[in-house]
C-alpha cells in the first residue's frame, strides 16, 4: 500500500462530493482596531486590499523588474525550469512508467505514460494520457496537477486531482487511462480540501465538508463517508472541529483492499487510527504520536513519534494485520528499526513485499530494504551513491523495484532503480551539470547555540574564498515539523550565485528532523527560541570564521521559515543586510485564525490561552517590530492564493513596516498556491526577483 493519508504538515489534496464550498473557514470578523490597524488586509480579495497589493507590487516592480541583472536571471531560471534534458521522475503504474511533464511548450503540463524498457532509454516514447494546457483552456480554468490515485490491481481507473490556480484545495474526476478520457458519470467531487481513497471499482471512503459547516477549525474534514456509485453515501465516523483532519486509509494488498482503517487527527502530531468493520470501528492501541508509514506483505507499520511501552521515539514497529483483526488490544508490535545517535528515519514505503527505509546519518542519506521472513525483519543495504542526499521516488506494487534519486549541493542528481531483493542499484539517468561548479567546495560545521547544544551547518563555497568576510552568503533554515534540510542540487542557485561568486549556507537547526523526534521536540511550544538562537548562532560562526560578515549575509526561508526570519530580522538586525521572507508566517498571535493555522498549535502553541500568548508575543515578528530601529530592508514575497498560510501575515508585515516609514519591498503573485512553483514561467520570474534583490543588497 503505496497511498495513505498524506501527512498533516502537507495539505489533503483529494475532492468534494458535493457543489463547491469555501476551501478553508473564513477568519473571525475583525475591524481595525489600535491593536491591529492592518487587520483590514487579512480580507483577501477586498477592492482595498487588491489595491494596495497592485500599489505595492509597482513598486516592487521597478526597484527589481528594471534592473539590468533580471532579464538574464529569468531567462537563466527559464531555462534551468524548461529544459529538455531534465530527469523525467517516474511513477509505477499500471505495469510501466507514469510522469508529468512541463516545459516551455506544455506550461500547465502533461500527463503521460511509457513501458519501463522505454523510459530507461535515452528518448523514452510517451503517450499522453492528459493534456492539462488544453483541459485548461477548453474550460477556461488554470488547471495545475496535483497528482492522481489509481485502483489497484490492473490501475488504470484513476481519480485526478486538479487545483484550479495551484491552491491545496482539488477537484477530483474518474479518468480512464485506456481510453484517455474522464469517465462519463464516474465519479466526480467538487473544489475542496479532503481526503478520498479507493476500496474497490464502486466504492470510496471520502473525509470532506458534507455541509458548509462540517470542516475542523484548521479547515479539514472531520466526517468521513462511504461513497457508493448510485448511493448516497453512509457515514462511518464523525469527528470534532476541534481536531486538525480526519479521514480514511486503506490498506492495499495485492488484489485490492485487505482492510479500510479512520484516521482520527486530534492535533498535528496526535491521532488513533482504527479498524473500519461492519459494526463500526474499533480503536488499534497505539501512542498518540505515532504515524502510519505503510502496509506490506500483511503487516502494517508505524513509526513512533514518543517513547511507548519497550520501543523508543523514533523506532519503526509492525503488526500483523490478521492479528489486528482478530483482536486489536491483544496484538504484539514488532521492532522493525530503531535509530542511533547519529540517524533519523527520513521515509518509509514498500514494494510488492518489501519495506523501505531512507535513513539521514548526519544529515547524509542511506537506505535499507527490509524481508519479513517467518515473522523476523531481515534488513539489507542499498547500494546507492554515499554522502549524497536519497529519496525514494517511487515503489512498484508488481515487484520490488524501487527508484531512487540521489544528489549532493555540488553533484547534479542522478536517478537509479534498485532491486530491493539483491540491494543492488543502477544509474538510470543523469542530470547533466546546470551550472559549472569546479571552483567550489563544500564543508560542514558546527555551530555552539545558547544552552550548549552543537548546531551542523553546510557552506556551499569557492574553493579560493577569502576568509576576510567578503563573501555575498546566503543562509536558509526551516526548523519546524520535523523537516530536515540535507544537502540538495539547486540549479538556480548554483546558476543565478555560485557562479556569480557567492556562497550559501544550510543551518540545520533544531526543529527539523535531521537527529529524529528529540531535535524536533527540543524547541516546541514555550522552547521556539532555542530555534531562532541556533540560527543566530550559526550567523555569529560564519562571521567569527570570517566565512562572511553582517554586511555580505542574508538570510532566506518560506512557510514555517517566515517565522525564523521575521524573528531573525527583529532580534537580530545587526546580524544580516538581506532578508527574503517568502509565503509566511509572521503574526503569530493571530495565526490560529488564518487559513489552516489552527493545525499547527501543537507546533506553537495557543495564542487565545493566556500562558501561550505570553510566551509567543516574545518572539511574534509582527507584534516586535519597532520605529526608529534600523532594520535590513527585506523582500516580502507571497501569493493571493495560498490556501495553506494566509497572504494577510505578509501583507500586514509590510503595511506596519511602511506606517513606520522603515524600507522593505512588497511582492504578491495573483496565481500557484502556497508552492510558488506551478509554472515554470512565474518560477523563472519569482527567482529572478529573488535574486536580483540578494545582488543588490550583498553583491553591490
Known sequence: MKALLPALAALASAAAFTPSLAQTPAAPAAT????????????????????????????????????????TFRQQALKIFTAQDRIPLPRFRAGGVDNFWQDGTHIHGVWRHTT???????????????????????????????????????????????????????????????TGKFVEGGFKFANAKQNIRWIDHDTLIVARPWTPDEVTK???????????????????????????????????????????????GMTFYQREFSLLGDKGVTLIPLPKKAELSTYVDGQVVFTIKEAWKTFAAGDVISFDLADLKRDPATAKAQL?????????????????????????????????VYDH????????????????????????????????????????????????????AAKVKQLPPQFDASKDVVDQHWAVSTDGTKIPYFVVHRKDMKLDGSTPTQMFGYGGFELSEPPVYIAQMGKLWLERGGAYVIAN?????????????????????????????????????????????????????????????????????????????????????????????????????????????????YQNLKAGVKYPEPYIT???????????????????????????????????GHANDADPQLNATRWARHYVYLSQKLMD
Open 218 to 264: 484548521s479547515g479539514y474534514p472531520y466526517v468521513v463517508k462511504i461513497v457508493k456509485r448510485g448511493a448516497g453515501p453512509r457515514e462511518v465516523f464523525r469527528g470534532a472541529k476541534t481536531d486538525v483532519q480526519d479521514g480514511g486509509i486503506v490498506l492495499e494488498g495485492e488484489h485490492g483492499a485487505d482492510a479500510v482503517l479512520v484516521t482520527h
Open 509 to 621: 537547526i533544531r526543529g527539523g528532523g535531521e537527529f529524529g523526534p528529540a531535535w524536533h521536540e527540543a524547541v516546541l511550544r514555550e522552547k521556539r527560541q532555542l530555534a531562532f538562537d541556533d540560527f543566530a548562532s550559526v550567523a555569529r560562526d560564519l562571521e567569527a570564521r570570517k566565512i562572511t560578515s553582517p554586511r555580505r549575509l542574508g538570510i532566506y526561508a518560506r512557510s514555517n521559515g517566515g517565522i525564523l526570519t521575521t524573528v531573525s530580522m527583529t532580534q537580530h538586525p545587526e546580524l544580516f543586510n538581506a532578508i527574503v521572507i517568502e509565503s509566511p508566517l509572521i503574526d503569530m498571535l493571530r495565526y490560529n485564525h488564518l487559513s489552516a493555522g489552527a493545525s499547527w498549535m501543537a507546533e506553537y502553541g495557543d495564542p487565545d490561552v493566556p500562558a501561550d500568548r505570553a510566551f509567543i508575543a516574545k518572539y511574534s515578528g
Open 116 to 178: 519501463l524498457a522505454s523510459y530507461k532509454t535515452a528518448a523514452p516514447q510517451w503517450q499522453t494520457l492528459l493534456d492539462l494546457d488544453a483541459l485548461s483552456k477548453a474550460e477556461g480554468k488554470n488547471w495545475i496537477w496535483k497528482g492522481a490515485d489509481c485502483l489497484k490491481p490492473a490501475q488504470t481507473l484513476c481519480l485526478v486531482h486538479l487545483s484550479n490556480g495551484g491552491s491545496d484545495a482539488v477537484e477530483d474526476r474518474e479518468f480512464d487511462t485506456t
Open 373 to 424: 521472513k517467518a515473522g523476523v525483519w531481515l534488513p539489507k543495504r542499498v547500494k546507492l551513491p554515499a554522502n549524497a542526499n536519497i529519496n525514494l521516488v517511487s515503489a512498484s506494487e508488481d515487484d520490488n523495484q524501487i527508484f531512487f534519486t540521489a544528489e549532493g549541493f555540488l553533484d547534479p542528481t542522478s536517478l537509479w532503480l534498485a532491486d530491493a531483493d539483491s540491494g543492488v
Open 32 to 71: 481595525a482596531t489600535s491593536d491591529d490597524p492592518f487587520i483590514w488586509l487579512e480580507d483577501i480579495d477586498a477592492p482595498r486590499s487588491m489595491a494596495w497589493v497592485e500599489g505595492q507590487n509597482a513598486k516592487t516592480h521597478v526597484r527589481l523588474e528594471e534592473d539590468p541583472r533580471y532579464e
Open 638 to 672: 507571497t501569493n493571493t492564493r495560498d490556501d495553506r498560510v494566509h497572504p494577510g501575515h505578509p501583507r500586514k508585515f509590510a503595511a506596519k513596516m511602511e506606517s513606520m516609514g522603515l524600507p522593505y519591498l512588497y511582492y504578491e503573485q495573483t496565481f500557484g
Open 336 to 368: 522493525v528499526f530503531h535509530p542511533g545517535p547519529h540517524n533519523a528515519v527520513d521515509r518509509v514505503s514498500s514494494s510488492k513485499d518489501r519495506l523501505a527505509i531512507v535513513l539521514l546519518e548526519d544529515v547524509k542519506g542511506a537506505v535499507d
